[in-house]
């Protein structure tokens, strides 16, 4: 569908939310929580934000008749002062002394987009560089209010342009390097929906693929709230009773809302978890029609933002089962809302009701982000299949003409109805401002057809019956924080009940796809750990929080740039071969299974049947009858065991970006670079047949390619060729297309292999006779720039020592790599492996191809325990700055007032103030001065 201006209309997904509200509502989880259970999370002014009644004292002295004291306000909705002034300035590479310049709004915003990712499911690195936009509505300017109270003298360089309003979504921006347009905005009290507007027609008209909207309120000034206070729309108790016949005004509130929107169609191609889908979004102004003055809000207006939207998505009203009202509790106000509603969507008694709602009577009036809240409900409401009743409602204003329109206020908790054909569940959503912007959406339901996961894999069409280990990353940009992460997870882990062994093998698949899929495994600090259950992954949590060892974790400290660009595969030579080598993964992986069969039938065909390689490998019971260190059958079951390695690298996307090979592993990465096939590597491995066989069985045909290098014995010799000639006519024969276009290092010349360097029988008879020039190799990697990370293709390490040298002794300025090993001899193989593999890759695109490799069972039962899987956990430290003049002047309320004697001390009928009075005035002084300086040092 589209509008008059050819704008589709395109459906937008809500995919990721992030907020913060009173009530230490962190997370969507939370919300629901509340929401569900009716708890009011409202409180009185917290004692150490402001105190109006002592910030007030000088006008209530002269408020004879006691009104102004009433108009006071004592209550609302506040986070807690521990959720606006605790920061991470390092995180976002910030000093100090800036980030404490920043708006508290600004600042939240930054630690709450994290959250945000994590929601969704998207790591930092997926974001940054994409045509995000960033909508933002803020309302308050309450850091404003206390950067100006504070003399000049103590405000930094920062504070001028850290607070202006403008940062509000340009801090996002920047941080995370996001490209789409960029607003910050305040229509009062509809300025985050105004944001969802905004981010919805930039998805619609193609200036971005993604949107962040959302919108900020925080309370910290005691001038503000005063002016509030005066208006008198404001609840005397601090409530919000929308709709009821007692409401009197509004309770105001902080809180925080962000969203991820997607157009729907990307959002499904990409397999986002997708809350609800927004039908359309509309945003108007009242003009001056039908209003009596500029803050009162016009029911024409109103109609016609609801015949507009309605309209032109050719909507049946019918279909709308509840709204979500801006419902903020004032008398007037409210029955101008409901009426409008009823008469638009205008259900006669034999209709079903429209039900009426607002989440104020829960959070609060969060002004700014008061759209984007009601939204949150909404959302949830449709991802829960369950709208959540309206608080602190007694009996219907009697303005409102709710049996004429059939309308009713949601007073408990309602499931979804069933309804038929199956048709989607919609809802709308009022938002209006202040100032006479109103704005409404309609929100319905999403319904998949498929069963969501979030990588279905396979086996390759092999089935291995195996222990299978799952990998599991924790990241993030302190130690502090990482051990606090994994406390929190330990403590969510231990919550959830799973009494079926297979059901709990998917369980931590999931959560190990949890983590290296969805959230962010790139910062400096990891912890690494491959389990096999739940009670092992318990266990090794503890042991990395009390620093014991225990295998099967791993606790790095890396560079936080993507590693896996620069990969150097190096293949050992002979020697690191040890009994039952490979025979875990064997049994696990069924692609290296898939390899060693392959390698074993061309063995078979050129060694005279005399040994089976799968038997030496596979199946020999014991490490007595072993003959893995016999030469002729170590090298090719060395080169069996380094291929079937790189295949399974390759096929989780970990590829080299060079070549290296020491010794006698020059065929197995001759090979890989896609300089033979398999058939001539293995030909030319070391064979048991006597000279003349190997001229008739090996080489005929070749002859000008290929010659016998060494003649061990009358039945032992080594064949070569010239890999840089050798033709392979078939591309289908090369090991792989991208491992061909590595840059490939020689340990017998010392350097890189070009077209001028002759690789024939002269060259292998080099490398069966001279010195290993491996470290001149090593040097011209270093001197080339072509590797940041060496990762030992190898059934045990035996390179990183001489690797760690070379870079010891060219005294360059580099950094140390990365030095990995594949295999360990006689450890567990896939705990090597997947560690190494966990070391490696920053690239969730990595860790979603290793998932593909594996057979993956969907979560049918417990799906809902990810509701709550731990968000990031920040290393918070206090960020606040004020100077002590402001904080005198907010924090009134510090002492407690001392009533000094007046008209009762009469001396003769004559009232005197008495001599004591001084010094007590004097102490009070002191006391409060005193009191004030000891809290600036404690800040």
């Known amino acids: 569908m589209s509008t008059g201006n050819n704008i589709s209309l395109e459906p937008i997904a809500l995919i990721g939310i992030s907020c913060e509200f009173a009530g230490d509502i962190h997370s969507p989880n939370d919300l629901w929580n509340v929401l569900k259970e009716s708890r009011d999370v409202g409180s009185r002014i917290p004692i150490d934000r402001f105190d109006l009644e002592s910030y007030t004292a000088h006008m209530i002295n002269m408020d004879n008749n006691g009104q102004f004291r009433e108009k006071l306000l004592r209550r609302g909705y506040f986070m807690s002062n521990h959720q606006w002034d605790m920061f991470e300035s390092s995180f976002f590479g910030l000093s100090d002394a800036e980030a404490a310049s920043i708006d508290p709004c600004h600042r939240l915003l930054m630690l709450k987009f994290i959250h945000l990712l994590d929601d969704v499911g998207y790591s930092v690195e997926k974001m940054s560089g994409t045509k995000t936009s960033v909508h933002i509505g803020q309302f308050s300017t309450d850091y404003a209010i206390t950067s100006a109270r504070m003399r000049p003298e103590h405000r930094s360089r920062f504070h001028g342009p850290n607070t202006l309003l403008y940062n509000a979504s340009t801090r996002l921006s920047y941080h995370f390097n996001l490209h789409g347009p960029n607003v910050s905005l305040d229509v009062a009290c509809s300025s985050s929906f105004e944001a969802l507007h905004m981010s919805v027609q930039c998805l619609r008209t193609n200036e971005a693929d993604m949107a962040v909207c959302g919108g900020v309120n925080g309370i910290f000034a005691p001038e503000n709230f005063l002016q509030s206070s005066l208006i008198g729309a404001q609840s005397s108790d601090g409530r919000s009773r929308s709709f009821s016949a007692d409401a009197n005004g509004y309770a105001k509130g902080d809180g925080l809302g962000l969203l991820l929107l997607k157009r729907l169609s990307d959002a499904e191609r990409d397999g986002d978890r997708i809350y609800c889908i927004i039908r359309d979004v509309l945003s108007g102004h009242d003009g001056n029609e039908d209003k009596t003055n500029f803050v009162v809000p016009s029911p024409v207006g109103q109609r016609r933002l609801l015949e507009n939207i309605y309209s032109r998505n050719n909507f049946d009203t019918r279909k709308i089962l509840f709204v979500e009202a801006h419902g903020t509790g004032t008398p007037v106000g409210d029955p101008i809302e409901a009426n409008c509603l009823g008469q638009f969507f205008n259900r006669s008694t034999l209709d079903p009701p429209l039900l009426l709602g607002s989440i104020k009577s829960n959070s609060g009036h969060t002004e700014g982000t008061a759209g984007v809240a009601s939204l949150i409900k909404v959302a949830l409401s449709m991802y829960h299949r369950g709208i959540t009743a309206n608080m602190h409602f007694t009996s219907l204003n009697p303005k409102i003409e709710a049996q004429k329109y059939n309308l009713h206020i949601l007073q408990n908790f309602l499931p979804f109805p069933t309804l038929p054909n199956n048709e989607k569940i919609a809802i709308g959503v009022n938002s209006f401002g202040m100032g006479g912007t109103t704005t409404h959406a309609i929100i319905e339901e999403y319904q998949s057809n498929k069963i969501t996961s979030i990588e279905n894999g396979h086996a390759n069409g092999y089935h291995i019956k195996s222990k299978q280990y799952f990998t599991f990353i924790f990241s993030t940009k302190s130690r502090q924080s990482l051990n606090d992460q994994l406390i929190e997870f330990n403590h969510w882990l231990e919550t959830k009940s799973i009494d079926d062994l297979d059901d709990d093998q998917t369980f931590l698949q999931r959560i190990s796809q949890q983590l290296l899929l969805r959230r962010t495994i790139s910062y400096q600090y990891l912890a690494i750990f491959i389990s096999l259950n739940r009670q092992q992954l318990r266990e090794q949590i503890n042991a990395f929080l009390t620093e014991q060892p225990s295998p099967g974790y791993s606790n790095v400290t890396r560079p936080t740039k993507l590693l896996s660009e620069k990969i150097c595969f190096v ?235 070379c870079y010891e002794l060219t005294n360059q300025q580099q950094s140390s790599p990365l030095i990995l090993s594949t295999l360990k001899r006689k450890e567990n193989e896939q705990i090597t492996l997947l560690t190494s593999l966990a070391q490696l890759t920053t690239s969730s695109h990595v860790w979603k191809q290793y998932f593909h490799t594996h057979q993956i069972l969907p979560m049918k039962n417990h799906e809902e325990y990810f509701d709550n899987f731990p968000l990031y956990k920040f290393h918070l430290s206090s960020c606040w700055y004020e100077s002590k003049d402001s904080s005198i002047q907010r924090l009134a309320n510090r002492i407690p007032t001392h009533p000094l004697l007046g008209i009762h001390h009469k001396i003769q009928d004559a009232i005197l103030f008495p001599a004591v009075a001084y010094l007590e005035l004097a102490t009070a002084a002191c006391q409060q001065l005193l009191l004030s300086s000891k809290e600036d040092d404690q800040q």
């Open 571 to 805: 293949f050992s030579g002979q020697g690191p071969q040890w009994w039952a080598m490979g025979r875990q993964l064997y049994e696990s992986e069924p692609l290296f299974n898939k390899w060693i069969h392959l390698i074993d039938e061309e063995m078979t065909k050129v060694n005279n049947g005399e040994w089976k390689l799968l038997e030496e490998l596979i199946e020999k019971k014991n490490e007595e009858e072993s003959r893995i260190n016999d030469t002729n059958i170590a090298q090719p079951a060395l080169f069996a065991i380094q291929v079937a390695l790189t295949a399974l690298l390759v096929s989780w996307n970990i590829y080299p970006s060079t070549i290296v090979s020491h010794s006698a592993s020059d065929q197995a990465a001759a090979f890989v670079a896609g300089r033979l096939s398999l058939e001539e590597t293995v030909r030319m491995l070391a064979v048991s047949m006597s000279e003349e066989e190997a001229q008739n069985k090996l080489l005929k045909g070749i002859e000008h390619l290929a010659c016998i290098a060494v003649v061990v014995n009358s039945l032992r010799l080594v064949t070569t060729s010239d890999i840089r000639r050798f033709p392979i006519q078939d591309q289908k024969q090369i090991f792989n297309p991208i491992c061909a276009q590595a840059k490939y290092y020689s340990s017998v010349i010392g350097d890189k292999i070009n077209d001028n360097i002759p690789v024939d029988g002269q060259y292998r008879w080099s490398n069966v006779r001279q010195a290993v020039r491996f470290y001149d190799a090593i040097t011209s990697i270093i001197k080339d720039e072509v590797a940041n990370v060496f990762l030992e293709i190898s059934p045990h390490p035996v390179l990183a020592t001489p690797i760690r040298e």
